[in-house]
């Protein structure tokens, strides 16, 4: 079982629909979490980071549940430029800044 | 100002050759990540400097995999006798230090093993 899990997807939306990505981690000892995205062929870029108590970033919702060892990313609205690769992504404590990713959830918007 | 660079962007090495695969990070960074994607898959850790220091190894796949920062700048990722389940994305990444700074990623070099 990989230590953080997604559903790869891929979802297919049409532009204005609210999308909903979910994430799990097996690690208790996960630090910091993120959100990062990769666009076809191209490097990971940080989205957001992700905190207990929530945080929002324009259209972006991240949430996370530490009992439940949960993130979900929330976009609402959604653009043509949102499609991308949304990748779940977390950091251990004392592992350095090691960072370990989920599989990556696919995500096209359609006109 | 520039980001991280990696060279070569594309590699092809018939099976058994070795290879060489290089990252620039920013200027200043201290911390550098070298993470291994294959296809439909998320980026996977390899290893991890701190300046010249190799302080985790512990995702480098097997001894034919090497990697080395010997001025704390520039840092070179070799494979040795390259086999086709190397075929992947090789990802550099470099931040200030530490796990709470952001790590800023290289365009990544595709190597393709035939």
């Known amino acids: 079982r990989k230590e953080v899990e997604q559903d790869p997807g891929p979802f297919n939306v049409p532009e204005g629909a609210t999308v909903a990505f979910n994430c799990t981690y097996s690690?208790?000892?996960?630090?910091?979490f993120f959100w990062y995205r990769q666009d076809c062929r191209k490097e990971p870029k940080l989205l957001m980071s992700?905190?207990?108590s929530g945080n929002e970033d324009g259209r972006f919702t991240a949430q996370l549940n530490r009992a439940s060892q949960y993130i979900s990313l929330l976009i609402r609205d959604s653009k043509l430029s949102d499609s991308a690769t949304y990748l779940c992504v977390v950091n251990n404590r004392n592992q350095g800044g090691k960072l370990i990713f989920g599989q990556g959830t696919e995500l096209s918007v359609k006109p | 100002g520039a980001g991280v660079s990696q060279s070569p962007r594309y590699k092809v090495a018939k099976r058994g050759q070795d290879v060489a695969l290089r990252c620039d990070p920013i200027s200043g960074h201290v911390s550098l990540f070298w993470y291994q994607q294959a296809l439909g898959q998320g980026p996977e850790f390899l290893t991890y400097?701190?300046?010249?220091?190799?302080?985790?190894k512990s995702g480098l796949p097997s001894d034919r995999f090497f990697a080395e920062r010997p001025e704390g700048s520039v840092s070179t990722l070799k494979i040795q006798r390259t086999q086709q389940e190397d075929s992947a994305v090789y990802l550099c990444a470099s931040s200030l230090g530490g796990s709470s700074y952001e790590q800023y990623f290289g365009p990544g070099t595709r190597l393709t093993v035939t």
């Open positions: 690690n208790s000892a996960s630090q910091s």
């Open positions: 400097f701190q300046n010249e220091a190799q302080l985790d």
């Open positions: 992700v905190y207990s």
